[in-house]
């Protein structure tokens, strides 16, 4: 595919026109008109000037192909996840999901700003579908994202540690994203080792130094027994100026009936 520079009078081959094409992904999904508001205006502003408006096109093309590798990794589970879709059934759950879709409606700006997002709860409360819904508005809003799983990221850590200058390279790279999800980052057996929390903590003091948003959903039930288990130091950092929601309910996952 050509970059749109090479194509600047021309529209890209699976779009005849972008504003169009942009008005019928917002009848389709009208959850993502905030995060698309911007690239919205711009395409009113360029009219019907095709030099103008060809890079606008490219853009819309991006940012639909960066949903798909984003939630490629993870499965078909959370792929289209939108916060309208989160069966609140308690009062504390359509408190969390207001609290979110609040959120969600300046979400550029709380990310320029390095606003972090932290998910707190028993395992199973829908932490995750949260999370992911806003960092489907983080992608279609412009933003780099990036998604780890807390145990494939100690186990990549662990294999780091025997290769010489990994260790900062791998941090470095987790500092480039708008925003870095991770989910789980705590074991599933309880508190992370100290090698672990100095590499969480390498992480989440340079994320926090470039004024990079941390996002995180976190199987605990306090900040005690968080702070304890990824080291005070990283916690400190992440909940600064960070929305916490709490989901403290039971969990959706369910047996099946014999």
């Not at 779009?15 to 205006?41: F, K, W």
């Not at 916060?83 to 609040?102: D, I, K, N, S």
């Not at 025997?162 to 470095?172: D, F, K, L, Q, V």
Request: aromatic fraction near 6%; proline fraction near 5%; hydrophobic fraction near 45%.
């Amino acid at each position: 595919m050509q970059s749109p520079t090479q194509t600047a009078a021309k529209s890209p081959p699976t779009i005849q026109n972008g504003q169009s094409s942009l008005n019928d992904l917002l009848a389709r999904q009208p959850d993502l008109a905030p995060a698309l508001a911007g690239l919205a205006a711009q395409f009113r502003a360029a009219g019907d000037d095709p030099n103008r408006r060809a890079p606008l096109e490219w853009e819309l093309i991006r940012r639909a192909q960066n949903e798909r590798t984003l939630f490629a990794c993870r499965g078909r589970r959370y792929a289209g996840c939108k916060l309208g879709m989160f069966r609140a059934e308690l009062p504390a759950q359509a408190v969390v999901v207001a609290r979110a879709m609040e959120f969600a409606e300046n979400l550029d700006v709380r990310i320029r700003a390095g606003q972090n997002l932290l998910l707190v709860g028993p395992p199973g409360t829908g932490k995750d579908f949260i999370l992911a819904a806003l960092m489907r508005q983080a992608v279609w809003a412009g933003r780099t994202v990036a998604w780890e799983n807390g145990v494939e990221l100690c186990a990549a850590w662990s294999d780091q540690r025997r290769r010489r200058g990994a260790e900062a390279i791998a941090t470095r790279e987790l500092v480039i994203p708008s925003v870095l999800a991770v989910s789980d980052p705590l074991p599933p057996s309880g508190a992370m080792s100290r090698y672990e929390q100095r590499r969480w903590f390498g992480v989440t003091d340079a994320r926090y130094s470039a004024g990079r948003a941390t996002w995180a959903t976190i199987n605990a039930t306090n900040a005690t027994e968080i702070a304890a288990a990824m080291g005070r130091a990283s916690w400190d950092r992440l909940r600064d100026s960070a929305l916490v929601l709490v989901c403290d309910w039971a969990s959706f996952r369910q047996s099946a009936e014999a």
